[in-house]
């Protein structure tokens, strides 16, 4: 059987994804259709987020940080391939992510 070359990359490719969701257009179509309650009307877009917040902590990096006109922020992930550990992983980068919030306030 013959295996198919794609002659373009698609979403699922890092670059890609991050090009496209570096769009704020594109970022905030993706966010309202996700979640259409919240009425969003502006976002602001960071691609590869570096989420270090000191020497002792694990560093993150999030494919795209998304923070709307409400301080809201939304982690936004590219996950092609099926991971135990995802929840983990989650709740971590949203520890860090409320960690850095907290100390850029105080």
């Known amino acids: 059987m013959r295996r198919r070359i794609n002659r373009y990359p698609r979403i699922t490719n890092d670059l890609v ?18 979640f259409p ?16 917040i000191g020497l002792e902590s694990k560093n993150i990096r999030l ?3 998304a923070q709307d006109d409400q301080s809201r922020v939304y ?3 590219m996950q092609t391939t099926r991971k135990n ?3 983990k992983r989650m709740m971590y980068y949203a520890g860090i992510s409320a960690c850095r919030r907290i100390s850029t306030t105080t």
């Open 85 to 87: 550990d995802l929840e």
């Open 63 to 65: 494919d795209i940080w």
């Open 17 to 34: 994804f991050g090009h496209v969701m570096s769009n704020k257009k594109n970022c905030l179509e993706l966010l309202r259709r996700m």
């Open 37 to 52: 309650e919240l009425k969003l009307t502006k976002v602001n877009v960071i691609t590869q987020y570096d989420g270090n």
């Open 75 to 77: 982690d936004i992930e």
